[in-house]
């Protein structure tokens, strides 16, 4: 049966392959991409490779909590429901450090929007739903206060505390919407892939970014993930296995959630 499914940071790297091999498979897949000329190129292609692609592209800043509003209500505007949230955007070193709503970008695009853009989506997904939000083995502890404001800290300890914050809400918001919502769960989809931000990041090749389109793949449609909810998928080992301890800290993910709601309640 064929799903909708939206895939951010679709127009390179895993979100692109991922792409790819859900529309071999007669998804019909939601193109995301900040650079609208990008978007168009990536459209192009895909078009060309199969005239049986079902594609749709909206354009949105993730560093933008009011791109995000846009992009979801636009998305409502057009689909009754949504099958599955691929949650791929991501920064590791950008070049505007602070957005326009003075938050630090590492956490504004790898935590807060693909927070709420989930929330905002949810209204259109039922009990058959799948969010999958990428993670990372790079994870590292911080104070929920940290996310509210820019950091000093290198890229690579605020990404990997970026990617924490994402996975220690997903399990939240899985275990809230439990038996009523989407599955929710977290994957890192394999580490050093072959990713314009690996290249930046490290300087190498990496490996095939097929691994990780593979992974998210399975993650959004297959049945070894139907019952996934609130858990962590580490690609590198092959298997569900333990997040950081943070992640499974109720008290700590409480009070990264209160942030989370508070800066986007103060941005409304």
């Known amino acids: 049966m064929q799903k909708i499914i939206l895939v951010t940071g679709s127009t390179d790297g895993i979100g692109l392959e991922t792409a790819k091999m859900l529309l071999a498979e007669g998804h019909k897949v939601l193109l995301h991409g900040r650079n609208p000329n990008k978007l168009a190129d990536v459209e192009t292609l895909l078009t060309n490779s199969s005239s049986a692609a079902q594609i749709e592209t909206y354009v949105a800043d993730l560093s933008s909590m009011t791109d995000v509003k846009k992009l979801a209500a636009n998305i409502k505007e ?10 791929n955007a991501g920064v590791y070193n950008p070049t505007t450090l602070i957005t326009s709503d003075g938050l630090d970008s590492r956490y504004a695009v790898n935590t807060f929007a693909p927070y709420l853009l989930s929330k905002l989506l949810m209204p259109i997904m039922d009990n058959s739903g799948r969010i999958v939000n990428l993670s990372s083995a790079a994870q590292a502890a911080f104070l929920a206060s940290d996310m509210a404001q820019p950091s000093q800290l290198s890229d690579s300890t605020v990404y990997a505390q970026s990617k924490l914050a994402l996975t220690m809400w997903s399990r939240d918001l899985a275990l809230s919407v439990q038996g009523h919502g989407p599955m929710i769960v977290s994957v890192n989809p394999a580490s050093m892939l072959g990713s314009k931000m690996v290249k930046q990041a490290y300087g190498v090749a990496g490996g095939d970014l097929s691994i990780g389109a593979d992974i998210l793949t399975r993650a959004a449609l297959s049945e ?45």
């Open 78 to 87: 057009i689909h009754s429901k949504l099958d599955v949230l691929i949650n």
């Open 224 to 268: 070894e993930f139907a019952q996934a909810t609130g858990q962590y998928f580490d690609n590198d080992r092959g298997q569900f296995a333990s997040p950081h301890p943070d992640a499974l800290d109720v008290a700590k993910t409480a009070k990264v959630v209160a942030v989370l709601e508070q800066v986007l309640t103060e941005l409304s």
